[in-house]
């Protein structure tokens, strides 16, 4: 265990220098950027190409396709609370979705 922890070797030294740098040099912003964009409640476009492919709507019960009880906040996707307006979902990176809105990509939440 000490010999793993022994960082006098000059390989090991320089890599911990680099990984440091690397770190340093990644602007914090960028890093919490989707969080941020998220916690600021920026809703998705229906607009945006993405939404538009996936036929998302935020009435989703309007939706062309919808299925009846399908909604995102019963989505696998979604990880906001299901009594929130509103929440972030993993295809839309950063951005909220409407819990009542819905999309083609939805999927039966587990449990
Ligand atoms: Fe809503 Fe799920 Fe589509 Fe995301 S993937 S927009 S949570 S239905």
Excluded at 41 to 61: E, I, R, T
């Amino acid at each position: 265990m000490e010999r793993l922890l022994h960082i006098s070797d000059p390989g090991r030294r320089q890599f911990l220098k680099l990984a440091a740098t690397a770190f340093a040099a990644v602007p914090l912003g960028s890093i919490l950027l989707p969080e941020r964009a998220a916690a600021q409640g920026q809703s998705v476009d229906p607009k945006d190409p993405l939404a538009v492919s996936l036929g998302y709507a935020c009435d989703g019960a309007a939706a062309p396709g919808h299925v009846e009880g399908q909604f995102c906040k019963g989505c696998q996707l979604y990880s906001g609370t299901v009594d929130a307006k509103n929440g972030p979902c993993a295809l839309f990176q950063g951005k909220l979705v409407c819990s009542d809105g819905w999309c083609k990509s939805w999927v039966k939440r587990a449990g």
